[in-house]
């Protein structure tokens, strides 16, 4: 009888084999994740926060690893927390923990271990052996993330440049599985002074497969830097045009799953993918925006921010980096209802202080406040004065709900740096199509008619836009100048 069929008889006639018979196939599940063990590791000494226990920084990074191999699209078969003075040099976690862990791992099925730290070459290799399993750390984890979301052709270049960085220090390889030609001594290896006494056809110097994979590899790097430099080039030139239009740039910046996407949609009244996975927006995301005085700027959604995060990552995603760097205004979005969202906040500050924004203009927004309590929101607009980061008194907002939007707006107004609004009376030959409709883009059209060959208009403009787009030159009658408020 085949396996997960089941035959059924005719009920009358027991005995009847001839007639058809029905079956019944059993339906299997067929799981397309990988199952993992998470292994953490906290250490005892001082902790960065004052009241914080010795170790919990470890849990709460353990915790977090938990959510991006989720995003990854792991299976969490189980997870293994470590508290150590420091760490061992050869396997991080010392030869006892690691049966510890080959033992967790054998008895949930699980081919994977993904560890919370950065491991060095030598430990990874060190805890393969003696686990027998694959295993992957923290950065290569989120390479993989960050290789599922990519969607731009720079942004996909860059993920594969800092793959293939990674992986290059940590190719490794024994005996003959690892060489192209046997060499003189006939053992596999790359060549030496041997006799002779090796195998025909192998002989000579040969080049060990190791060599020629890394070879292949900086070959590689260096054609996607070129390729990402021509990218960059490309983007240098749209971003040229772009400012012959100057338009201030509002950067969105925050830890990963802050809901930044959420507010980015709340106040363009964009589209962009929301989700709960972390790092769902990679590639930067620019939408025109209309603040209350009427000046028009760009909104950027950048990448999240995480703790731990390789500078080689920051190096490769220059694309969403330097809309940061360009910006305005940083709007530093908070998630509130994080118990440990100062702790985040501080990640946050020391990647900006990296990229060298830390003096640049910024406010500081605590979304997600319809997750608090009616006493946690009363104790938070209780001390809304302080704020951990120094960007001035934060804006309580839920992008979720839209609760606290136009507040922002009216913030982000008022700390943008100032370009007056002004009034003008201008005729404009209708010749001068791309003026008009940057006129009509740009500011607002309060009266227009035609005269002759000509259009007369009162608009109220951006000073700098006036100035560049030379309109006091088709000044007429009387032309009032007034910032609006």
Not at 49 to 54: I, T
Not at 178 to 190: D, E, H, I, Q
Not at 214 to 231: F, G, L, N
Request: charged residues 25%; aromatic residues 2%.
């Amino acid at each position: 009888m085949l396996s997960g069929v089941s035959p059924v008889r005719n009920a009358s006639n027991p005995q009847d084999d001839s007639r058809p018979i029905s079956v019944k196939k059993t339906q299997h599940q067929v799981s397309t994740t990988e199952r993992a063990l998470l292994v953490g590791v906290g250490w005892k000494r001082a902790p960065r926060f004052p009241g914080m226990p010795a170790g919990e920084q470890g849990r709460e990074s353990l915790s977090e690893l938990i959510e991006l191999a989720r995003s990854a699209g792991a299976e969490i078969a189980g997870t293994v927390f470590q508290l150590r003075d420091t760490a061992d040099p050869a396997t991080l976690v010392g030869r006892g923990k690691l049966d510890e862990i080959r033992a967790e791992a054998t008895a949930h099925k699980a081919p994977l271990i993904i560890f919370d730290s950065n491991l060095s070459p030598m430990q990874q290799r060190n805890i393969e052996e003696a686990t027998e399993r694959r295993v992957i750390d923290r950065t290569q984890l989120i390479l993989d993330i960050f290789a599922r979301h990519a969607r731009s052709r720079e942004g996909q270049l860059q993920v594969e440049l800092a793959q293939l960085n990674y992986m290059l220090p940590r190719l490794t390889g024994k005996g003959t599985a690892m060489s192209r030609l046997g060499g003189k001594s006939g053992g596999g290896g790359a060549g030496g002074a041997g006799g002779g006494a090796g195998r025909i056809g192998v002989r000579g110097p040969g080049e060990k497969k190791l060599e020629t994979d890394r070879r292949r590899i900086r070959e590689r790097v260096r054609k996607i830097q070129s390729s990402i430099e021509d990218v960059r080039k490309q983007r240098a030139l749209r971003r040229e045009a772009r400012n012959t239009v100057p338009l201030g740039t509002i950067a969105l910046v925050g830890y990963t799953n802050a809901g930044k996407s959420t507010l980015f949609n709340a106040l363009s009244r964009a589209e962009v993918l929301v989700s709960p996975k972390m790092f769902a927006t990679l590639d930067p995301t620019i939408r025109a925006l209309r603040l209350p005085s009427n000046r028009r700027v760009l909104l950027s959604d950048t990448v999240g921010f995480i703790r731990d995060l390789p500078k080689g990552l920051l190096t490769a995603f220059r694309a969403t980096l330097e809309e940061v760097q360009e910006a305005a205004l940083i709007l530093h979005v908070s998630d509130v209802s994080n118990p440990h969202h100062d702790e985040l906040d501080e990640e946050v500050e020391q990647i900006l202080r990296e990229l060298g924004v830390e003096g640049r203009p910024r406010l500081h927004v605590l979304n997600k406040i319809d997750s608090l309590t009616p006493e946690e929101r009363k104790a938070l607009i209780n001390n809304a004065g302080r704020s951990a980061c120094g960007e001035g008194v934060p804006v309580l907002v839920s992008a979720l709900m839209g609760e606290g939007i136009d507040a922002l707006l009216r913030r982000m107004d008022a700390v943008m740096p100032t370009d007056p609004v002004v009034t003008l009376s201008i005729r404009l030959p209708m010749a001068e199509g791309r003026t008009l409709a940057l006129i009509h883009a740009l500011g607002r059209v309060l009266h227009s008619e035609v005269d002759d060959a000509h259009m007369r208009l009162d608009a109220e403009v951006p000073a700098s836009i006036a100035k560049r787009l030379r309109l006091t030159d088709y000044a007429v009658e009387e032309t009032s100048r007034r910032s609006l408020s």
